[in-house]
């Protein structure tokens, strides 16, 4: 054989290996980054993955929808797909929009000659289309996707032996758009929604899946717009998926700057433009949505906090990645901690006559740093409440030595028959509060005690694992806003949502809490039967 044969060979040996790839892109798939690949190895019945643009996040649940619904797997992950593939199924994908997701970007990830990557086609850092020919019908995208229903049906072949046809899947798409009520029917073996769907949706699609025990699939970008509502989000998927003893929820955070099938260098000149909390969403796939929340800088999870900087950050290499200064710290407000009996303790109470009484009791430490012990909620009256109140103190040995009420609600009238207050009720019952200073000041005040302290490089305040609508609470509240609020200014109104526990402790930064204070000069509530000096 001449050069020039052997030269034509090899160039149509070339041929038929890119060919092959063009047609059967799903065995050639490798996950984005090491977080990526968790999508294809979780049990969990609900995936959250929260991921910056880019990320791969929604690219990653299509190649396990399509994997196990035509019964061809990646190659690197064919053990894992193999463990879950059973035969073939019935997929549902619900989009923002049909006519800006649908056919400009989610069919073209599917269609096996539309080429999708930063290289060129065939390149390195990119894919074809993740549908094999061979598993459309009669290998023809036009007989496999209905129009009319939107649905697209592939055969699903025998992972095992290829040859043998085991029947056919549907991934049928659905849109943001489209009221829940149309979605009450068939059952579905997973369903991914691509960006935040509406929360009717969601609950929809738990029912859908029930009957075969299916999964759903979210893969998402936090919305920096703080008009969008993602609390459900929050309370349904993230903070679950948080909790590694819950094996039936998983939340990820995909990286964009670990995709790497991206050109980086692109990424780095574009994030050099993002101040950090648009890098934290962008890139990183974090929560940091709740740009209106009254006091950002809560946290219950472990958080790094730049002093130079003077704001949160996610340190590289140990530095702030803003200013380079290896003066940092991590924090967080949320711990496990023992009451000192020997603390003065300040105890808040909000009355309502319409829902539970709230309350809670925070000590001040010798440095005037704030401790939240316990809370506690009650529906009765005030005598339920006192009860309650005298064994939650003598529990953990409480130095009580001033107790705070809700002025609006403490000097409104507990009954229109009498014209009572509440706080007269509350005297009369055990428990005399003062009429608290209702000001903003506190806010902004408990917010500098949210800082970590450059001395100690700890918080000021800190609430008890215990205190679970505490914690809630304080990451929900939040300022009332326009409804389209990238055209208007905040309103400096707090919305009444989340406000109970919150607005106690204003109550309390307002008074301004001292050790000294509070231990010495503080008229000292004194009750028959109860240790001088305490409660």
């Known amino acids: 054989m001449t050069d020039d044969e052997l030269c034509n060979l090899a160039e149509k040996v070339i041929d038929l290996g890119k060919t092959e790839r063009q047609e059967n892109q799903i065995h050639y798939y490798q996950p984005a980054s090491d977080v990526a690949r968790i999508i294809h190895t979780s049990d969990a019945k609900i995936i959250g993955a929260g991921g910056g643009n880019?990320?791969?996040?929604?690219?990653?649940?299509?190649?396990?929808?399509?994997?196990?619904?035509?019964?061809?797997?990646?190659?690197?992950?064919?053990?894992?797909?193999?463990?879950?593939?059973?035969?073939?199924?019935?997929?549902?994908?619900?989009?923002?929009?049909?006519?800006?997701?649908?056919?400009?970007?989610?069919?073209?990830?599917?269609?096996?000659?539309?080429w999708n990557g930063v290289d060129e086609p065939g390149g390195p850092r990119g894919h074809w289309g993740w549908i094999p020919k061979s598993c459309l019908i009669d290998e023809s995208w036009d007989k496999s996707w209905s129009e009319?229903?939107?649905?697209?049906?592939?055969?699903?072949?025998?992972?095992?032996?290829?040859?043998?046809i085991l029947g056919k899947s549907i991934i049928q798409f659905v849109s943001h758009d489209v009221a829940a009520d149309t979605l009450a029917s068939g059952t579905f073996h997973n369903i991914l929604h691509d960006e935040a769907p509406p929360f009717a949706h969601w609950?929809?699609?738990?029912?859908?899946v029930m009957e075969v025990g299916g999964r759903l699939f979210l893969a998402m970008t936090w919305p920096d717009d703080p008009a969008i509502s993602v609390?459900?989000?929050?309370?349904?998927?993230?903070?679950?998926g948080q909790d590694q003893n819950n094996p039936f929820v998983e939340w990820l955070e995909l990286n964009t700057a670990s995709n790497q099938f991206l050109d980086q260098q692109k990424v780095?000149?574009?994030?050099?433009?993002?101040?950090?909390?648009?890098?934290?969403?962008?890139?990183?796939?974090?929560?940091?949505?709740?740009?209106?929340?009254?006091?950002?800088?809560?946290?219950?999870?472990?958080?790094?906090?730049?002093?130079?900087?003077?704001?949160p950050i996610v340190p590289v290499n140990g530095l702030c990645p803003v200013t380079g200064s290896n003066d940092i710290a991590e924090y967080n407000h949320v711990a496990e901690f023992d009451?000192?009996?020997?603390?003065?303790?300040?105890?808040?109470?909000?009355?309502?006559?319409r829902?539970?009484?709230?309350?809670?009791?925070?000590?001040?430490?010798?440095?005037?740093?704030?401790?939240?012990?316990?809370?506690?909620?009650?529906?009765?009256?005030?005598?339920?409440?006192?009860?309650?109140?005298?064994?939650?103190?003598?529990?953990f040995s409480l130095f009580t030595v001033m107790r705070i009420m809700d002025p609006n609600m403490g000097a409104s009238p507990a009954s229109s028959t009498r014209?009572?207050?509440?706080?007269?009720?509350?005297?009369?019952?055990?428990?005399?509060?003062?009429?608290?200073?209702?000001?903003?000041?506190?806010?902004?005040?408990?917010?500098?005690?949210?800082?970590?302290?450059?001395?100690?490089?700890?918080?000021?305040?800190?609430?008890?694992?215990?205190?679970?609508?505490?914690?809630?609470?304080?990451?929900?509240?939040?300022?009332?806003?326009?409804?389209r609020s990238a055209e208007k200014d905040k309103k400096q109104v707090a919305k009444a949502k989340y406000d109970d526990y919150c607005t106690l402790l204003k109550y309390l930064m307002n008074n301004n809490p001292s050790f000294s204070m509070l231990q010495q000069g503080a008229p000292v509530i004194t009750r028959t039967g109860k240790r001088h000096g305490g409660y």
């Not at 890098?279 to 002093?307: C, M, N, Y």
């Open 54 to 114: 880019r990320s791969s996040k929604t690219t990653s649940v299509l190649v396990e929808i399509v994997g196990l619904s035509t019964g061809l797997f990646p190659d690197c992950l064919r053990d894992e797909f193999r463990k879950k593939f059973r035969g073939p199924i019935q997929n549902r994908v619900d989009l923002v929009s049909f006519k800006t997701v649908l056919y400009a970007v989610m069919l073209p990830k599917l269609q096996w000659w539309s």
């Open 148 to 164: 009319k229903t939107h649905t697209l049906t592939v055969l699903c072949r025998n992972p095992d032996s290829p040859d043998e």
């Open 203 to 208: 609950r929809e699609h738990e029912s859908r």
């Open 231 to 240: 609390d459900w989000i929050y309370d349904e998927i993230y903070e679950p």
């Open 268 to 311: 780095i000149d574009q994030a050099a433009r993002w101040d950090e909390q648009t890098k934290a969403v962008r890139l990183r796939g974090q929560p940091i949505r709740f740009s209106s929340r009254i006091h950002p800088e809560f946290t219950d999870t472990s958080t790094w906090w730049s002093f130079k900087l003077g704001k």
């Open 339 to 353: 009451v000192m009996p020997s603390w003065p303790t300040v105890f808040l109470l909000d009355p309502h006559p």
């Open 355 to 395: 829902k539970p009484h709230m309350f809670s009791w925070v000590t001040i430490d010798p440095s005037d740093d704030l401790w939240q012990i316990a809370e506690g909620e009650i529906e009765g009256d005030p005598v339920d409440v006192r009860e309650y109140v005298d064994r939650i103190e003598k529990e």
């Open 419 to 483: 014209g009572i207050t509440w706080q007269n009720e509350f005297d009369t019952a055990g428990l005399r509060c003062e009429l608290a200073d209702d000001s903003s000041v506190g806010r902004a005040r408990l917010n500098q005690y949210l800082k970590p302290d450059p001395a100690t490089h700890r918080p000021r305040f800190h609430v008890h694992a215990r205190c679970v609508t505490t914690i809630l609470q304080m990451k929900r509240y939040a300022w009332d806003e326009y409804k």
